[in-house]
């Protein structure tokens, strides 16, 4: 009797594994879902033996809810998110994560819009160049904010802003556009001399303008070393020491001061007419996919965020510690995020938030997410992970995140709910297929 009971119970067990593992791969990876290649795996965890980029060896951990407040009061409405909850969030991500900015709008901050063509790019748009001076000193710390609309637009045009890692010349072949000082570090010569014409229309493959302008959108740029120049000096440069008193270990690092940036970069869209303030995107690559997340989340005023192959401190999850880790990112780039962000080194399961809750603090708003396949350092599922932990919060709105689960194969995005999602074949890069993806998700939430 026991014999036969045991064996009804193992037979059990044997059809539910079978069952189980037909729905699941072995690392827990649905079938038609996008995996890794085996190849790849096998080529990158060569070359760098300290990263991980096996999914089996990814170990357990916990992500905080978002609809938990720290003293453990459950949130169960959109009131409460937005708050209680989500301040406490944001607050955690300035003091543990991107740091504070001291400021928010200068005071004398001014504008200077020193080009204005309404025939450029061949008679098919308008284009503007605009200096912000932060300080409203012309010697303090400035940025050029470089915009195409289309021409003949009816209305105020919905506009996708970026920041650019060349300079705004970079950007197209246009000869008007005005040549961004770039810098370099010190011992290297004070002014990076590439910030000449042979490097103008350099990275125009980022940045498909026509297409944008025929889609309707206007596209607006920054060079991002105007507002802080890339590498670690103690923060003498760039924006921050025009507004720091005192640097503690929650002061804002180059991220936040790029998103920083973007921020008045809309206090200038605030200021003319033929921009659709209420319809800006803010987009990122990579690095400043990183920084388009923070914006967001900073500034509400955003309408739609987009962050392309972010990774590490963007778009992942930290606590998956795939590819680049925080540890890694701390190390090479010591000058991103605060201080107190290098206190969890190796200790991602210390922190009080991971970037499901960074994904989260866009809601209700729409929120896209691009992978790309060979793009392993960034942990393509940790970032639709994100996304689909963030969904919790849009659902309080009343509003669906993701449109599909689980995590979609290559080239299949998801796109219909309020968080999109694709990855897409190839590396780490800004392409016209994100862009065409970009652009379907802002023309159903813009009512295009
Ligand atoms: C490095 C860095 C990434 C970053 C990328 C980029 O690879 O480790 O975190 O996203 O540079 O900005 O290009």
Redesign the pocket.
């Known amino acids: 009797m026991i014999q036969k009971r045991l064996f009804v119970i193992i037979l059990m067990a044997f059809c539910f594994i079978s069952l189980s593992s037909e729905k699941k791969g072995f690392n827990g990876i649905a079938k038609g879902e996008w995996k890794a290649s085996p190849e790849l795996v096998e080529r990158l965890s060569k070359r760098r033996s300290e990263t991980n980029y096996d999914e089996q060896k990814v170990t357990e951990y916990t992500l905080p809810d978002p609809l938990t407040m720290i003293d453990g009061t459950a949130v169960a409405d959109a009131q409460t998110w937005t708050f209680h909850r989500r301040p406490e969030i944001l607050e955690l991500f300035r003091t543990y994560v991107y740091g504070r900015s001291p400021v928010e709008r200068p005071e004398n901050m001014s504008f200077e819009v020193f080009d204005l063509e309404r025939n450029a790019l061949g008679g098919s748009a308008i284009r503007k160049q605009v200096t912000v001076y932060f300080t409203g000193e012309k010697e303090g710390p400035k940025m050029d904010i470089l915009v195409y609309l289309p021409k003949n637009a009816d209305k105020p045009v919905p506009t996708f802003v970026l920041l650019n890692f060349g300079g705004n010349h970079t950007v197209h072949s246009d000869p008007a556009i005005r040549l961004s000082e770039s810098w370099m570090r010190p011992g290297e010569g004070v002014k990076d001399h590439r910030a000449n014409e042979a490097s103008r229309g350099r990275s125009s493959s980022r940045f498909p303008i026509e297409q944008i302008l025929k889609r309707g959108y206007g596209l607006a740029t920054i060079y991002y070393g105007d507002i802080d120049p890339d590498f670690h000096d103690e923060f003498k440069n760039g924006v921050h020491p025009a507004f720091d008193r005192k640097r503690g270990p929650d002061a804002w690092g180059s991220i936040g001061a790029w998103a920083w940036g973007l921020s008045r970069a809309m206090d200038y869209f605030e200021t003319d007419d033929e921009i659709d303030q209420s319809k800006v995107a803010v987009l990122g690559h990579?690095?400043?996919?990183?920084t388009a997340l923070w914006a967001g989340a900073r500034d509400p005023r955003f309408a739609i965020v987009i962050s392309n192959?972010?990774?590490?401190?963007?778009a992942a999850l930290s606590r998956r510690a795939y590819g680049?880790t925080v540890k890694?990112?701390n190390t090479?780039?010591p000058h991103w995020f605060c201080d107190n962000f290098k206190t969890f080194n190796d200790k991602e399961e210390d922190l009080p938030v991971d970037q499901h809750m960074l994904i989260a603090l866009m809601a209700p708003r729409p929120v896209y997410v691009a992978s790309a396949d060979e793009d392993l350092?960034?942990d393509p599922r940790g970032e639709f992970l994100s996304c689909k932990h963030a969904e919790s919060v849009y659902h309080l709105f009343g509003k669906k995140g993701l449109s599909k689960e689980p995590m979609p194969d290559l080239n299949q995005p998801v796109n219909e709910g309020t968080i999109g999602y694709h990855v897409r074949s190839g590396g780490?890069g800004l392409t016209e297929y994100d862009w065409q993806r970009y652009m379907d998700f802002a023309d159903m939430h813009f009512e295009k």
């Open positions: 990579s690095r400043l996919g990183k192959n972010s990774g590490c401190g963007g680049e890694r990112i090479s780039f350092w960034a780490h």
